[in-house]
């Protein structure tokens, strides 16, 4: 096997919402907005409901969205995977992500499994959305060597 970079995404949450649940479990609610470039270019646009298991601790996300390409196709996005609690200020970001698309240019994408490494980077004024980067890679199936 081995990885082929297909785009980088980048985005911030406009807008979120938490609850606190018993045993110091959260779930958040953000939506997002961006752009990706790579082999896919477009508008980049989604909801993450993560959970987190305490303040302190790794998220949980749970992303759905949707990009708009440059050349009007629609792809859909599921993102699952660790929203790690450090280091501090540039979080890391690990997961896998599927897409759907009906569009001739991206079908080959629905039967692609992708993995994905990000940053949550703080912004200097604690009271700004932090900006966001994940680079997505296909992951390529190659014959196993016996």
């Not at 045993?23 to 980049?44: I, K, M, P, T």
């Not at 992708?114 to 994940?134: F, N, T, Y």
Request: glycine share 8%; charged share 25%.
């Amino acid at each position: 096997m081995r990885l082929e970079p297909l785009y980088r995404i980048r985005f911030t949450y406009p807008e979120s919402w938490a609850v606190s649940l018993e045993g110091g479990w959260e779930q958040h609610l953000y939506l997002a907005e961006g752009r990706c470039e790579g082999s896919v270019v477009g508008r980049f646009r989604g909801a993450n409901f993560p959970y987190r298991r305490t303040s302190e601790g790794p998220f949980c996300p749970d992303f759905r969205a949707v990009i708009v390409t440059d050349d009007e196709a629609t792809i859909m996005v599921d993102l699952q995977g660790y929203g790690r609690a450090y280091p501090a200020g540039r979080r890391q970001i690990v997961g896998s992500v599927r897409h759907t698309s009906d569009s001739d240019a991206y079908r080959r994408l629905n039967d692609v499994v992708c993995v994905c490494v990000g940053e949550v980077r703080a912004q200097d004024d604690p009271a700004d959305s932090p900006k966001l980067v994940v680079d997505v890679a296909e992951l390529v199936w190659e014959p196993i060597a016996d």
